[in-house]
């Protein structure tokens, strides 16, 4: 039947398993796009330890060197908008801590929110978004470029249909006309 032969066209036709390939790979590009905007995190931990030696005036017992230890951590995110912008909040705790004076130093910390501005030729929605309405304008191309090759598809295996269909009914009509002359053949040689 015609729809059976356009269900085999839709399942096996390598041209429109490629125009669906592109669709994917498009659709790949308009998120890899959208990444660009998505949020960063990044933490950072850092410990140091160091020994120092004191100068002799400065020795007591048991303190001859000293021992500092230091812990660093820092958290942070960075979002690049699409006017161009770049937000960078961050906040970094730093604890020292040693064997000789500062036994009982409370940790220090700091709080920042970082911009950064584009200058000239990268300011602005229109320069910023560039890749992704490209990546999106790709999809639709590759979206169209799917229609069109399903449409031209189904409509030639609908005339391949029908003209085998025509050709199965004219060999029929041949076949009956062939037999038809051959009785009329044959009943004009019986009267002959």
Avoid: C
């Amino acid at each position: 039947a015609l729809m059976d032969a356009v269900l085999l066209t839709l399942q096996h036709e390598p041209n429109i398993a490629a125009a669906n390939r592109r669709i994917m790979l498009s659709q790949g590009q308009l998120q890899s796009a959208h990444g660009e905007f998505d949020t960063a995190l990044n933490a950072g931990l850092a410990v140091a330890q160091t020994r120092t030696s004191v100068a002799t005036p400065f020795q007591s017992p048991g303190h001859t060197q000293v021992d500092a230890r230091s812990a660093s951590y820092a958290l942070g995110a960075t979002r690049r908008l699409r006017s161009g912008v770049v937000v960078a909040p961050t906040l970094d705790v730093i604890h020292v801590r040693d064997n000789f004076s500062n036994l009982t130093e409370p940790a220090g910390s700091t709080v920042a929110l970082n911009f950064i501005l584009p200058m000239l030729r990268g300011r602005g929605r229109e320069v910023n978004t560039a890749g992704e309405r490209a990546a999106e304008e790709a999809l639709q191309a590759a979206d169209f470029s799917y229609r069109h090759t399903v449409a031209t598809r189904i409509s030639k295996t609908t005339a391949v249909y029908w003209d085998y269909l025509a050709a199965l009914r004219s060999r029929g009509i041949r076949l009956e006309a062939e037999s038809r002359s051959e009785h009329l053949l044959a009943d004009t040689r019986l009267l002959a």
